[in-house]
């Protein structure tokens, strides 16, 4: 849990072809692939699992590890394994770039509920009658990925995109959800602009002006689609990382606050204690504490 910083996993570090994708068996990864330190990525995951058990922990958050689930990793979320029974499935690795959108439909991962969205659940589990396509995907994707067929990029980049699409519908379906119409885009817009941005815009009216929407337009759009202000999103983004912070580098409170944007620490930890009930040192101490426990009884 100690370090000067937390490691990031860049993805020429895994990859061993010509794309920024890639598609693997997880039970023919290295140990080190399932390790049980926290560390982040600067692209893409989804898991598919079909078996084995234990714990998954996404961002403070212990997913269990359940068969015919989905697990969706953002860049730069902080993730680690705690397995009990070993876990067989598929991970699917890309970068941001290797799924484009189109005139007609500009779909980027951050148009997914499931990524860069830290209100949401990043795992989905599936009933069996639902579970299928995605066992077959999974297997032709990693036929097309290992041959070198004509035309292997855009297959690939056609059946990540309908792997996505259909989890989509499934995830908005299971919570609830509808994801169709021009208020919910400007939303979706304005969350991936602050998951860009929060370090240094702190406030409704700059990402407003680059949405090209008045401030208080944003804010009721925001309200109607989620139910929480423009601005709580904001600051959760913010707490978010600061919790990153805390819990897995070596980061001074000052410092955190400064990468931040946050000119007076103080301030800062006034901020933080607002938002999360407690002090930054406190929040550190009992994260640590409990994260400490975890690994050693998941080891």
Request: hydrophobic fraction near 40%; proline fraction near 7%; charge should be neutral.
């Amino acid at each position: 849990m100690t370090g000067s910083a937390l490691p990031i996993h860049q993805f020429n570090s895994h990859k061993k072809q010509d794309l920024p994708f890639e598609i693997l068996q997880i039970e023919t990864l290295p140990e080190i692939a399932r390790t049980p330190l926290p560390h982040r990525h600067t692209f893409y995951q989804v898991f598919w699992i079909v078996s084995g058990s234990g714990h998954h922990s996404i961002d403070f958050e212990p997913c269990p590890i359940i068969p015919r689930t989905l697990y969706f990793i953002s860049t730069g979320q902080v993730h680690f394994w705690g397995i009990e029974q070993p876990i067989a499935g598929y991970v699917i690795l890309f970068t941001e770039e290797f799924l484009p959108g189109s005139a007609f439909e500009p779909v980027t991962p951050r148009t997914f509920s499931f990524f860069h969205r830290p209100e949401h659940s990043p795992m989905l589990t599936l009933p069996p009658e639902h579970s299928r396509p995605f066992d077959e995907l999974c297997q032709h994707m990693l036929q097309e990925y290992q041959g070198r067929a004509f035309g292997r990029l855009s297959v690939l980049q056609a059946q990540l995109r309908i792997l996505l699409v259909l989890a989509e519908r499934h995830y908005t379906e299971h919570n609830g959800m509808t994801s169709s119409s021009v208020a919910d885009l400007l939303v979706k817009n304005y969350l991936g602009l602050i998951d860009l941005h929060f370090r240094e815009l702190h406030h409704v009216s700059d990402y407003a002006a680059r949405l090209g929407v008045t401030p208080g337009h944003l804010t009721d759009m925001t309200r109607a689609c989620t139910g929480i202000s423009a601005s709580r999103f904001i600051h959760r983004r913010i707490v978010l990382e600061a919790q990153r912070l805390l819990a897995y580098s070596e980061q001074t409170i000052a410092e955190i606050a400064f990468g931040l944007s946050f000119d007076d620490p103080a301030y800062f930890s006034r901020f933080f204690r607002r938002e999360c009930g407690m002090t930054p040192t406190r929040f550190r101490d009992d994260i640590r504490k409990k994260y400490h426990d975890f690994r050693i009884s998941s080891l």
